[in-house]
């Protein structure tokens, strides 16, 4: 006997992903937890420990997670909001502790991707209405060659000890897929911290598997979100996260924009439809399936390369799927007739 879950994005967007787990009768008992972040359902799952530690452990992991969400949401009064508010009068200040770790490890892979992964472009996503409900039409030309001719960087950010401050008032933080990815990633950390050896975490767009947890298979879809294009079943203690053209996206006027914005045009990146990596780290696999997805096709490999990626697909809006060597032979095409281009690292 078998028992089947599937993680399924909710009706305001799709995703290129289901997931797919299966338990076998038989296994140690297994305790689950649902619940909401960052707009979709968020479950996590634990085999072979007592019911009251397993729930402890995953309330513990879930609040991490809940507070990790509200502190980096720049939109709302709160952590991150004000860290922006200060850096754009370029004085130094004290920074929020919970926020440091995330801004220098962003630092990092921004400049490992070349800047293809700018989370500084928060006054970007303002402009383009990502802030607002309804988000409304996009933005003058004129506006968003100003933010890009200041060119805000994470490199602009200066930390010494807790104190931070930019030089280039232009930069606003929004930490988007990698701060989800890290946050993901410390429920997981404090799932481990409290003794959980097998289990799993899924939501939609992410997914880690905890040692020998229940096999997870994610089902990537074509462009329209909803036809199934290829399955990759993930291995024991891996994670994997998708970055697609549809999540946070609103239609105006019959053209879609999405957040993930092309750092060199200030404009949604166009041509692909969505990346997905595989890794230890969430929060890593993130930005690069950011960076890559801003990259494109033409050096989607080349970005890769410089941030140390070996197992990623990507889907361009015309259905071609291209999967790095490594990752080759677990993918599963689900039409026979079609072949993934391999590209080699």
């Given at each position: 006997?078998?028992?089947?879950f599937?993680?399924?994005?909710?009706?305001?967007?799709l995703?290129?992903?289901?997931?797919?787990?299966?338990a076998?009768?038989g296994?140690?008992?297994?305790?689950?937890?649902?619940?909401?972040?960052?707009?979709?359902?968020?479950?996590?799952?634990?085999?072979?420990?007592?019911?009251e530690?397993?729930?402890?452990?995953?309330?513990?992991?879930a609040a991490?997670?809940?507070?990790?969400?509200?502190?980096?949401d720049?939109?709302?009064?709160?952590?991150?909001?004000?860290?922006?508010?200060?850096?754009a009068?370029t004085?130094?200040?004290?920074?929020?502790?919970?926020?440091?770790?995330?801004i220098?490890?962003?630092q990092?892979?921004?400049?490992r991707?070349?800047?293809?992964?700018?989370?500084?472009?928060?006054?970007?996503?303002?402009?383009?209405?990502f802030y607002?409900d309804?988000?409304?039409?996009?933005?003058?030309?004129?506006a968003?060659?100003?933010?890009?001719?200041?060119?805000?960087?994470?490199?602009?950010?200066?930390?010494?000890?807790?104190?931070?401050r930019?030089?280039?008032?232009?930069?606003?933080i929004?930490?988007?897929d990698?701060?989800?990815g890290y946050?993901?990633d410390?429920?997981?950390a404090r799932?481990?911290?409290?003794?959980?050896?097998?289990g799993?975490?899924?939501?939609?767009?992410?997914?880690?598997?905890?040692?020998q947890?229940?096999?997870?298979?994610?089902?990537?879809t074509?462009?329209?979100?909803?036809t199934?294009?290829?399955?990759?079943?993930?291995?024991?203690?891996e994670?994997?996260y998708?970055?697609?053209?549809?999540r946070?996206?609103?239609?105006y006027?019959?053209?879609l924009?999405h957040?993930l914005?092309?750092?060199a045009?200030g404009?949604?990146?166009?041509?692909?439809?969505?990346?997905?990596?595989?890794?230890?780290?969430?929060?890593?696999?993130?930005?690069?399936?950011?960076?890559?997805?801003?990259?494109?096709?033409?050096?989607?490999?080349?970005?890769?390369?410089a941030?140390?990626i070996?197992r990623a697909l990507?889907?361009?809006?015309?259905d071609?799927?291209r999967?790095?060597?490594?990752?080759?032979?677990?993918?599963?095409?689900?039409?026979?007739?079609?072949?993934?281009?391999?590209?080699?690292?």
């Amino acid at each position: 006997m078998h028992v089947s879950f599937i993680a399924m994005p909710k009706p305001s967007y799709l995703l290129p992903l289901l997931l797919l787990l299966t338990a076998c009768q038989g296994e140690p008992p297994v305790q689950r937890k649902t619940f909401d972040a960052y707009g979709s359902p968020v479950t996590i799952t634990v085999q072979g420990m007592a019911a009251e530690a397993a729930q402890a452990a995953m309330d513990e992991a879930a609040a991490d997670l809940l507070y990790i969400e509200e502190g980096n949401d720049p939109a709302l009064p709160g952590p991150m909001a004000r860290t922006n508010q200060l850096l754009a009068t370029t004085a130094a200040f004290s920074a929020v502790p919970s926020l440091l770790p995330q801004i220098r490890q962003a630092q990092a892979l921004s400049a490992r991707s070349g800047g293809l992964f700018n989370p500084a472009l928060g006054a970007l996503l303002e402009q383009w209405g990502f802030y607002n409900d309804p988000p409304g039409p996009p933005p003058r030309q004129e506006a968003i060659a100003a933010i890009l001719a200041q060119q805000p960087a994470m490199d602009d950010i200066r930390i010494d000890g807790i104190t931070m401050r930019s030089g280039n008032a232009a930069v606003r933080i929004d930490l988007g897929d990698f701060g989800r990815g890290y946050a993901l990633d410390t429920a997981l950390a404090r799932l481990r911290e409290a003794g959980v050896g097998t289990g799993n975490l899924a939501t939609p767009g992410a997914v880690a598997r905890i040692g020998q947890g229940a096999e997870l298979t994610l089902v990537l879809t074509a462009a329209d979100g909803q036809t199934p294009l290829a399955r990759i079943a993930l291995q024991p203690d891996e994670a994997a996260y998708t970055v697609t053209a549809l999540r946070r996206s609103h239609v105006y006027e019959g053209q879609l924009y999405h957040p993930l914005l092309d750092p060199a045009s200030g404009a949604p990146a166009r041509g692909v439809f969505a990346v997905t990596v595989f890794h230890a780290s969430l929060a890593e696999a993130a930005a690069a399936a950011h960076a890559l997805f801003v990259a494109g096709p033409q050096r989607w490999i080349d970005t890769a390369r410089a941030l140390g990626i070996e197992r990623a697909l990507l889907v361009d809006t015309q259905d071609a799927v291209r999967v790095t060597a490594p990752l080759a032979g677990r993918i599963s095409m689900t039409d026979a007739r079609l072949t993934p281009v391999v590209d080699t690292l």
